[in-house]
């Protein structure tokens, strides 16, 4: 992947600010895209776009293919004769309180299949023709994961939210006749789960195009690892290491590292890399060219997983007694070079990386990830200084996975404290921004700050803990932050060190 010097900014849709109960493709989104414009900044980096589940983590999601309908904009539906003023009025958030600036999930899944319901019953009772046509079309176009997604999700709303391994048993295992029986019965709510899909991805289409024609290309993000509790696993059991009861043998994580002392354990299933081979890598090369038709470039979560995974027995409580298993490498890439051509992705490749890995993510093209933060906590001189960065690199300020680069110098050990801020000679106030500055000067060919680090706040903005199971994926901007002194500022940044042209 070829990417000239530019720059860009990391903000998941559901954290832009609005009158919503979370950010959405509505006109806070196009907003951002304007702020982008003016500041020059090329790139903008999203968190992956799935449905969120249990948690709330998008890289735990029911689906690797489904659109997230919490980031549907409510206005549009209005303005399409799908609701009513009136069907959105609960979905207002009062600015007064304090969740103005973190997300209530528990009241916006509530409050969403609410509107989403209004909207499917006025469709089916008096959408139009061309737009019933277009949906119809949608459907037929995304069969090949749609009608598994929909399925799963009806029996699960319907099975009280429990997980698929807990469903009936012909239900568990999908056996044709209670599949069609279910289908049948149920048909009117599938139908409203794969309308919901389809204002989804008609929504994002019209910002992506949007967002083009600002001069600003979107890097989307897909995790290697698919969820447990997932239509995927459910509707291919077969492509992932589960017994005989649908249970996994084996799960994924990380061994003990920056973050944890036991190591992550994430909990997702192993792939059955065999059967993926025997079948030609066909679910990968649907998964990324699918993602690939939403975004410009596509980071891939723990690229490390591809030559070496770390494979926990299933039932361990943390990850401290897993091992290392070979994965799919060159091979898998080739098939997916071979079906979609020139791959545009970014490989995640932090944690415990081989020159194994580093082998594999040099002999594809793909550049790799370097993050500032990590810079400072040896004492010694490291690849995550911006003087060692290589050209073919993306360079971070800080990821969703880190603290604010404010919330890290308030936390750091006074030894790593006095590194970063004479490395940089910064000061404690000036810290967010010297950190910007210092990864737009580096060698880097691209250059990114969370939105968090472009307003300098600390710790209470930070998206997620690696290893925490609550309270997190919450966080808000603040209504107008994003000013036109910041954008100003950033496009200053962006002319002197070169990073304003030809993305």
């Known amino acids: ?228 509790d997932s239509a995927d696993v459910w509707a291919h059991p077969e492509l992932f290491r589960l017994d005989n009861d649908g249970l996994p043998t084996h799960v994924a994580g990380v061994p003990p590292d920056y973050f944890t002392a036991t190591g992550q354990l994430w909990g997702n299933p192993l792939y059955n890399w065999p059967a993926h081979a025997q079948q030609n890598y066909t679910w990968w090369i649907e998964r990324v060219r699918h993602s690939l038709q939403l975004v410009d470039a596509l980071r891939i979560d723990h690229f490390r997983g591809f030559e070496a995974y770390w494979a926990v027995p299933a039932g361990e409580l943390t990850a401290e007694h897993g091992h290392w298993e070979k994965g799919p490498g060159y091979i898998l890439f080739s098939a997916l070079k071979e079906a979609l051509g020139e791959l545009p992705i970014i490989a995640e490749d932090l944690g415990f990386i081989t020159p194994e890995v580093i082998d594999l993510r040099d002999s594809l093209g793909f550049p790799g990830m370097r993050i500032l933060q990590f810079a400072f906590e040896s004492e010694k001189d490291n690849p995550d200084y911006p003087h060692n960065y290589p050209r073919h690199c993306i360079a971070y300020t800080g990821t969703h996975d880190n603290d604010t680069s404010t919330g890290w110098l308030e936390s750091a050990s006074p030894a790593a404290r006095a590194r970063a801020l004479a490395y940089m000679n910064g000061s404690l106030r000036s810290f967010s921004w010297d950190t910007i500055r210092a990864v737009w000067a580096s060698p880097a060919c691209m250059a990114v700050a969370p939105a968090q680090d472009l307003l300098a706040l600390g710790s209470e903005a930070r998206m997620n803990f690696p290893g925490r199971q609550n309270g997190y994926w919450t966080w808000r901007m603040r209504e107008n932050a994003l000013s036109a002194d910041i954008a100003r500022r950033l496009r200053s940044l962006s002319k002197t060190y070169f990073r304003v042209s030809g993305v």
């Open 1 to 228: 992947m070829n990417i000239p010097r530019s720059c860009g900014v990391l903000l998941h849709p559901l954290s832009l600010s609005g009158p919503w109960l979370c950010g959405t493709m509505g006109n806070e989104a196009r907003a951002f895209v304007d702020f982008c414009g003016k500041a020059e900044i090329g790139w903008w980096q999203v968190l992956p776009l799935g449905p969120t589940a249990y948690g709330d983590s998008p890289y735990q999601s029911p689906s690797a293919f489904a659109g997230n309908p919490y980031m549907i904009d409510p206005q549009a539906l209005v303005a399409q004769g799908l609701l009513s003023p009136s069907d959105v009025e609960s979905y207002y958030i009062n600015p007064s309180m304090a969740s103005a600036e973190h997300i209530d999930y528990a009241r916006l899944f509530v409050m969403n299949t609410k509107i989403l319901e209004a909207a499917w019953y006025r469709f089916k009772a008096g959408g139009q023709e061309q737009d019933r046509a277009h949906f119809e079309q949608f459907c037929k176009t995304n069969e090949v994961w749609l009608d598994d997604y929909a399925l799963f999700t009806a029996i699960k709303e319907t099975e009280h939210y429990q997980a698929w391994n807990e469903w009936p048993h012909e239900l568990r295992f999908r056996e044709r006749g209670a599949i069609s029986r279910f289908g049948r019965e149920h048909d009117d709510h599938i139908g409203r789960i794969k309308f919901s899909q389809f204002l989804f991805f008609s929504q994002w289409k019209a910002l992506r195009v949007y967002a083009h024609a600002h001069g600003v290309k979107i890097i989307g993000d897909i995790p290697i690892f698919a969820a447990y």
